[in-house]
């Protein structure tokens, strides 16, 4: 599997797939994070569906992947 760390090794593959350069990236990611965090931390505590939840706010399976590979998977996808 192509994980952001094995592919930030390589910086001519890591631009020919995501079309931006290691240094780029990893600006991309922080704002990205940091971007997440902040939609996460206002996110109303209630819902509008008026159907009551089948399971507990944040069930559900957790990330296998870290932050940079999930989205160096999605550039490399809207890139292709």
Same mark, same amino acid.
């Given at each position: 599997?192509?994980?952001?760390?094995?592919?930030?090794?390589?910086?001519?593959?890591?631009?020919?797939?995501?079309?931006?350069?290691?240094?780029?990236?990893? @600006?991309?990611?922080?704002?990205?994070?940091?971007? *997440? /965090?902040?939609? =996460?931390?206002? $996110?109303? +505590?209630?819902?509008?569906?008026?159907?009551?939840?089948?399971?507990? @706010?944040?069930?559900?399976?957790?990330?296998?992947? *870290? /932050?940079?590979? =999930?989205?160096? $998977?999605? +550039?490399?996808?809207?890139?292709?």
């Amino acid at each position: 599997m192509i994980t952001y760390r094995s592919l930030s090794r390589t910086p001519a593959a890591f631009k020919s797939l995501t079309g931006l350069s290691v240094a780029e990236f990893d @600006a991309l990611c922080r704002e990205w994070i940091h971007a *997440d /965090a902040v939609a =996460r931390a206002n $996110a109303p +505590l209630t819902r509008e569906d008026p159907h009551p939840r089948q399971r507990a @706010a944040g069930a559900g399976r957790k990330w296998v992947l *870290d /932050a940079p590979t =999930r989205l160096l $998977a999605a +550039l490399v996808w809207l890139k292709l």
